[in-house]
DNA sequence: CAATACGATATCCTATACGATTTCGTGCAG
DNA sequence: CTGCACGAAATCGTATAGGATATCGTATTG
C-alpha cells in the first residue's frame, strides 16, 4: 500500500493498443510491467483464478524475467495475485459470499462516519468537485450498455474516495481503496447492473453535504452502502 | 554446486521457537527469504529509512539474487520496504505523528465494536484461552526490560487479535493485523514502556467478556486504545 | 472400458555475466 | 578553507543458460 496512490481504478478502460512492446525505460521496467499486469487484471483479461505464467508475459511485454517476477512479487504482496510452490503465479480467487459480507461490514462501519465528518469540514471547492464527478454520472443516458457500466465504475470510486479525501484520514482512505480493487474485479464478474438509485443516493449524500449536515451524511452513506450491498448480494445465487 | 545452503538461523533470534530446519522443497526459496527480511525488519535489525541492497542479503542469505528480488518485490507491495529507482530497496520511513494519529483513529472506529460483538458470542473455550493469553503478560516480573518488553508486544498482538477472531470479520482483523506490523516497528524504536496500567486494562475487557457484556466491553475496549495512544503520543515529542 | 504407468513438454527456480546509472571519495582551483 | 569536477567503486537493471519439478497426453494392461 503506496501512500502516492491516485486511484487506479482509471485503468478499466486500458485496451486500445493490442501491440507487444511500447515499454519504455522510463522509470523503471518493474513500474511498467506492474501497471500492465494491473490493467489486465482489472479489465479482467486475465479472469480470477487463471494462471499467469512469465513466459507469456515475457512474450507480450516483451521483458526478461526479472522485472515481470518483481511485479508479481509485489502483485503478491497486495493479495491481487497468489503464488504457488513449483506452480507458479495466478490470478486471486473470485471473492467468496462472507468476504463480501465482511467488506460491507467494514465499509457500513468506516464510511458512514467518514461521510459525517466530510460534512463537517466539507469546503465549497470540494463540495463543487464532487458535485460534478457525481454529475458526470447522470448525464450518460445515449451510449451502450458495456460503457455505461465503465464510466459509472470510475465515477463511483472517484466520489467515494473524494469523501474520504475529505474526511482527512489518509489511513482509512488507502484502505478503503486497496479493498476497493479488490471488490471491482467481482463486480466487473456479474455485470451488475447500475440503476438510478444509486445515483439517487449520490444525490442525497450530496445534499447533506450541501447542508452542512454531518448526521445527515452519515445517514445517507449508510443507506448508500447497505443498498449496494444488497443490490449486488443476489450475484451470490446464480 | 548446487548445493542450496540452508538459510542461517540468525532470523529467529527474537523468536524462542525455532524449530531447526524446515521444509525448503515445500515452501519455496522466496519465502524463507521473505521470512528472514521480515524478521529483521521486525527486530529492527534493519531500521527504518536504511537501505537494503541486495548484494548484502545474497551474501548473508546465501542465495542468488532473483529470490531476493521476489521477496523484495513481495515486502514492497505490504508496504514494508519502498523502492526508487536506479537507487534499490530501503526499508519503510518511520511513521508519522499524523499517521500514528490516523491509526487510533481507525483502530477506535473498529476495535471497540469489534470488542462488543466478541462478547456477544463468546464461547468458554475463547474465553479461557484469551484469558490464558493476559495471564502470561502478567507473571513475568523477574526477567529484564528488555526481554520483559518483547514478552508484552508478542501477547498484547496476541491478545487483540483473538478478539477480533471471536469477533468473526476476518477481512478486518487482516486489515488491523497488517497495520500492526506497522506499528510494532514504531513502538519498538522508542522502547515504550510497558506500565500495569495495561494490563488492567486487559483484565477490564476479560471482566466484560467473562459477563458477556457487549456494552461494557465496547467501553473497555475503547478506553484501552485510547490510553494506549496517549502513552506513546509523548515519544513524537523526542 | 477404465485405470494406471510412462514419457514429453512446459514451467518454474536458481545461478551467473554484463551494461547502465548513481554515489562517494579525492584532488584541484578559487 | 570551501566548493566543484572528475573518476572509481558500488549497486541496480537486464539478459541468458541450465537444472528440477509438475502437468498432460498417450499407451498399455486388467
Given at each position: 500500500m503506496r501512500s502516492p496512490k491516485p486511484l487506479a481504478a482509471s485503468q478499466i478502460a486500458a485496451e486500445p493498443h493490442g501491440g507487444s512492446q511500447a515499454i519504455h525505460r522510463a522509470a523503471g521496467l518493474a513500474e511498467e510491467v506492474y501497471e500492465a499486469i494491473f490493467a489486465r487484471l482489472m479489465a479482467l483479461?486475465?479472469?480470477?483464478g487463471a494462471r499467469i505464467t512469465v513466459d507469456n508475459l515475457v512474450r507480450e511485454l516483451?521483458?526478461?524475467q526479472t522485472p515481470i517476477r518483481e511485479a508479481l512479487g509485489r502483485l503478491e504482496g497486495e493479495g491481487l495475485v497468489v503464488k504457488t510452490h513449483l506452480v507458479g503465479y495466478s490470478a486471486a480467487p473470485q471473492i467468496t459470499r462472507r468476504r463480501f459480507e465482511e467488506l460491507y461490514d467494514l465499509r457500513l462501519l468506516l464510511e458512514p462516519e467518514m461521510a459525517g465528518r466530510a460534512a463537517a469540514t466539507m469546503t465549497d471547492v470540494a463540495l463543487a468537485e464532487l458535485t460534478a464527478a457525481a454529475g458526470v454520472m447522470s448525464?450518460?443516458?445515449?451510449?451502450?450498455e458495456r460503457a455505461r457500466y465503465s464510466q459509472f465504475a470510475r465515477q463511483d470510486a472517484v466520489f467515494h474516495d473524494q469523501i474520504l479525501e475529505v474526511a482527512g484520514n489518509e489511513l482509512i482512505r488507502e484502505t478503503l481503496v486497496h479493498q476497493h480493487t479488490h471488490f471491482h474485479i467481482f463486480r466487473l464478474m456479474f455485470h451488475a447492473r447500475v440503476t438510478e438509485e444509486a445515483l439517487d443516493e449520490h444525490a442525497a449524500i450530496l445534499a447533506a453535504f450541501a447542508a452542512r449536515d454531518p448526521a445527515a451524511a452519515e445517514q445517507a452513506m449508510r443507506v448508500h452502502v447497505e443498498r449496494s450491498r444488497d443490490r449486488l448480494l443476489p450475484a451470490f445465487d446464480l
Open positions: 483479461k486475465i479472469p480470477p516483451a521483458v526478461s448525464r450518460n443516458g445515449g451510449t451502450d
